[in-house]
C-alpha cells in the first residue's frame, strides 16, 4: 500500500530525556524520528516524529501522546506542548535528509546515505550505503552502532547469517561486506522489508544468496526450515528477545554466535539467564549510554 502522507510530531525536551524518549519510542514500534539541537534554549532539544497517515488515526495519535507523557516529568503540565503537521512524501524524505550524514562505525564500516557522495578521508573503508525510507536502522542508534562494532569484530567469511528485526537492511548489508556468503533476513514490517531489500540492492544490484521473510521469528521458523546458521544478529526490543532466545538457539550451529542488541543495562540480566538456560556461552557485553549488547556462542 502506498503511504502519500505523514503526520509531523514535535515537542520539546530536556537533553537528560533523550533516552528514555527512545526506549518509549522504540518499545511501541516507532523507529522514524530524530532529535534537534535548539540553540537558543540551552539543554534542550526538539523532537521530531514521522508516523504514516494510514496507520494513525486521531484515537492513536492520543493515545501516543499519553504514551509519551507518562515517561517524561509531569511536575509541570505546561512543559510538553505536543504539535501536529502534516507533510508530503516529499517534503517527508527532506526532512529526514538533514539530520543524517556520513558515519564511521568501528574502524572499518561507513554508513553513507545514499544521496550522498562519498568523503574522499573514507575512500579505503567498507560503505554501507542506506536510503532509510520508513524502515529503522541507520546506524546512528546505539543499538545498531553496537551491532555494527560486534560484526566488524567476527570472521564473517562464508558464513551463513540470520538477521532478524532486519529495518533497513544495515546489519545484512554488514554482514556480506565483511565477507558473509549467505544471509536471511525477518522483519514482521512489510515497510522495512521493502527497505532492507531496496537498500542490499543499492549496494550489491541485486539480491543474490539473500533471503527475506516478512513476519515474527517465532512464525517463519516453524514455517521454513531456518535451521544451521552460523551467526544471528537480533536487534529488536529485549521483550520480544525473552520469547525466543530458545528458538534461537535451536537455528544456530554448535559453536554459532549470537549478537543480541536493542537492550537496556536494567533489562541485561534477565536475558543472561535465558541465554544460559538456552546453553549459550556469554563472550563479550558492550555498552553505549544505557544500551547493552551481548555477544553469545552456543555450546551445545
Sequence with gaps: MEIN???KLTFEIEDNLEEIIIWKLNDLGIFSY?????????????????????NWPKSLRIKLENNIREVLDQSDDNLYTFMWSIIEQEDWMSSWKKYWGPELVGNQLVILPSWLKLPDKYKNKKVIKIDPGAAFGTGSHPTTSLCLEKLEK??????????????????????????????????????AINSTESNFRLNFSNLDNFITYLGTFDELV????????????????????????????????????????GILNSQKD?????????????NDVSFKEDWVCITAQKIL
Design 222 to 261: 516453524s514455517k521454513y526450515s531456518l535451521k544451521s546458521f552460523d551467526l544471528i544478529t537480533c536487534n529488536i526490543l529485549a521483550e520480544v528477545i525473552k520469547g525466543i532466545i530458545p528458538e534461537i538457539s535451536n537455528s544456530l550451529k554448535i559453536d554459532g554466535e549470537l549478537i543480541l542488541s
Design 270 to 282: 534477565e536475558i543472561f539467564k535465558l541465554l544460559d538456560a538456552s546453553n549459550f556461552l556469554i
Design 154 to 191: 567476527i570472521s564473517l567469511s562464508s558464513k551463513k547469517i540470520l538477521d532478524i528485526g532486519s529495518g533497513s537492511g544495515i546489519l545484512s548489508i554488514a554482514a556480506k561486506c565483511l565477507g558473509a556468503i549467505e544471509i536471511c533476513a525477518i522483519d514482521n514490517d512489510y515497510l
Design 34 to 54: 530524530a532529535f534537534e539541537f535548539l540553540l537558543n534554549k540551552k539543554n534542550k532539544k526538539r523532537v521530531v516524529i514521522w508516523l504514516p497517515i494510514l
Design 5 to 7: 502522507n505523514w503526520y
